[in-house]
């Protein structure tokens, strides 16, 4: 954890809630909804954490942390802690559906179409090469914490590409950014829902078609990333006993285009993850008043 546990994680009889929250501005818009949900309608606490993806699972199944609104997908963790230790329970489905894979910008797309398929990519190697790829293409990645299976892609694929890493989120968007106001070619890691792509238009490189247990061993990958349906996670103790708190996060269901529309703000027009929230519940009423508990 990159921040000190909450003393209101799982407390007894406490009208106090903590959530965690994850590095990409759509895991921040989520947790900024639901936490302005909390304390405006329901009249919680609600504490945050900043905490990568797995260690997330840690906090979560020792009730450090009450839940997390957006998992990608990490099968090992869901078994020991949903399945087997039974510490986690699911929250549902968040309604979007993720998917991660390689983009090239559009424009460069739209100059060399072969440039999509990922058999092609090694012609094109030399015009994605920096200074921080060693003399080999470069294949941009965010944050080592993220799921990725790229560096084992370009070993098994054979791509004369170097993986590096810009360390977040927002440093991959800066260096995307600059490529774009440069008219540059790069070929990057990047995944959907993204606001970016209304900003910087980019098409998918294809890889080998993804299939049922492909990266299953993490060394051997050589396939695309699955089409994932986000789900949300919770203390299974808080599951049980957390009130409206539990029952409003169970109920959080919304669009991809709903969770752009707050990370747009976050991320683009500067705004508080508060004020983002605040200005997206003041319009859209009939959505969110679905998800609040329903009164005896």
Known sequence: MTKQASPYANAQGAKSVTLAVQSWV????????????????????????????????????????????????????????????????SGGGLGVTGHIGWFVPTYFAKQHPDVTDWRNLNKYADRFRTPESGGKGQLLDGSPSYVTNDKALVSNLNLDYQVVFAGSEAAQITQIEQFA???????????????LFEKVPMTEVRLPPYKEG??????KVACAYPHTPLEKFLNADFARKGGAAAALMKNFRWTTEEQNEVALMIAERKMSPDDAAAAWVKENRPVWQKWLPKRK
């Open 181 to 195: 106001k440069e008219k540059k070619p790069f070929l990057t890691y990047w995944y959907k829902p993204q606001w």
């Open 214 to 219: 492909c990266d299953a061993d993490a060394r």
């Open 26 to 89: 759509g895991a921040q818009a989520n947790v900024a909804v639901v936490k302005y949900l909390l304390e405006h309608e329901l009249g919680y606490h609600v504490d945050t954490v900043q905490i990568d993806e797995v260690p997330a699972w840690d906090a979560l199944s020792q009730g450090r942390v009450d839940a997390i609104l957006e998992d990608w997908g990490h099968p090992e963790q869901e078994k020991r802690y949903v399945d087997d230790k039974k510490t986690i329970a």
